[in-house]
């Protein structure tokens, strides 16, 4: 397995694809979750933001740190997650009910909103060499709030029928770091890992099929290169399984998305019985993607170096004004169904707040969060 934390998460493999930009961002990501002590929101980390409405938003990421927003961004609360481990993504079915997850196995549940939570014990089989529970990278609800999937190294993929109270082991059994899923109904989902796995399940995942019917890919792992250029530099072929895919995400059961390194993003219409790799304005890896949730906001991407793209009418292009402002990694985003108000997160205590659907996006005061660790 390659090892590089991309996803800020743990150490996870280089494909060989990353721009020297890329690795000098990339490889602060390769410390996640290794110190301890005092937390202070304005300079941690963040991994995964979730945003019901105005009123009900939470931002999770290293040393356990989990933040209640409120106001459509303008107030924050810090919470007591009763860990020290990074948290890496987390989801709500309602203003009570979540579900958070994160390293070596954390699997956390609220139904206060956050106030309290409690730790659900994981215990998957472990190889020889393995010294803890893998690292839960991503999750996503089915249709139902009571179904929800996870999925990590190693080929990790668990599910809960009963809102994360209890959890299966639905695992591949093989070596592969699996870094997104998405599922749009209780049976329909989506995986995507490292060495450009991308899997479909029909039968809320007790079996998976592999998708590689991959169209439009570049000719050689530097994109950027015309063919004669990168035969005269003896630049490598790209072939489907040299693409490290991070996240992906569904609109509906026939539309969805997948991001990776170096600026790829792959489209589908059908399910991803095809998928077409478009231009996403960025050779940045994409860390994460997003299907607009209403006609406020847009499709939308995020990655290292300040990255974040919308489309806008078949085009995708960078926000300049965003990469101007943040001058590290944007690891995801999150909008409100049905209105304007939404969140981004990343590094170095970067919280950006929209109410436009992501039209224009303003960076939290570092002072505002820096209020939480004196309160």
């Not at 990421?61 to 948290?87: K, P």
Request: proline residues 3%; contains cysteine; negative net charge.
């Amino acid at each position: 397995m390659r090892c590089l934390l991309v996803l800020l998460l743990s150490l996870l493999s280089v494909s060989g694809c990353l721009t020297a930009a890329d690795e000098e961002v990339l490889e602060r990501l390769n410390s996640l979750g290794e110190s301890k002590g005092q937390i202070f929101p304005d300079r941690e980390d963040y991994y995964g933001v979730f945003v019901l409405d105005e009123q009900n938003a939470w931002a999770v990421g290293n040393r356990g740190v989990i933040l209640h927003i409120s106001d459509a961004g303008e107030t924050f609360a810090q919470l007591n997650s009763g860990v020290e481990r990074a948290i890496y993504d987390v989801d709500f079915a309602d203003a009570q009910s979540g579900v958070a997850i994160g390293q070596d196995g954390l699997i956390l549940k609220t139904d206060d909103g956050g106030q309290t939570w409690k730790q659900i014990p994981l215990a998957l089989p472990l190889e020889d060499w393995q010294a803890a529970q893998p690292h839960m990278f991503a999750l996503s609800r089915g249709a139902s709030p009571n179904h929800i999937w996870a999925v990590g190294p190693v080929g990790a993929i668990i599910h809960s029928d009963d809102g994360g109270e209890t959890w299966q082991n639905q695992s591949l059994g093989r070596d592969v770091t699996l870094n997104g899923v998405s599922f749009a109904s209780d049976t329909e989902g989506w995986i995507a890992g490292e060495f450009g796995t991308i899997l479909r399940t029909s039968d809320g995942g007790h079996t998976w099929q592999e998708q590689k019917n991959v169209l439009n890919l570049p000719r050689y792992t530097r994109p950027d290169l015309s063919e004669e250029d990168a035969i005269a530099q003896r630049v490598p072929r790209l072939y489907l399984e040299d693409l490290f895919l991070i996240d992906v995400a569904f609109r509906n059961p026939t539309e969805g998305y997948v991001s990776g390194e170096s600026g790829i993003l792959l489209h589908t219409v059908d399910a991803g019985e095809t998928w077409t790799r478009i231009p996403s304005g960025s050779f940045n890896t994409l860390l994460s993607v997003l299907p607009a949730a209403s006609d406020q906001a847009a499709d939308m991407a995020t990655g290292i170096l300040g990255t974040l793209a919308r489309e806008e009418n078949g085009n995708w292009r960078l926000l300049e004004d965003v990469r101007t402002h943040v001058l590290t990694w944007i690891r995801d985003a999150s909008i409100a169904r049905g209105g304007g108000f939404g969140l981004a997160c990343g590094g170095k205590g970067t919280i950006l707040v929209t109410t436009d659907g992501g039209k224009e996006w303003k960076k939290t005061a570092s002072e505002r969060l820096a209020r939480l660790f004196q309160s």
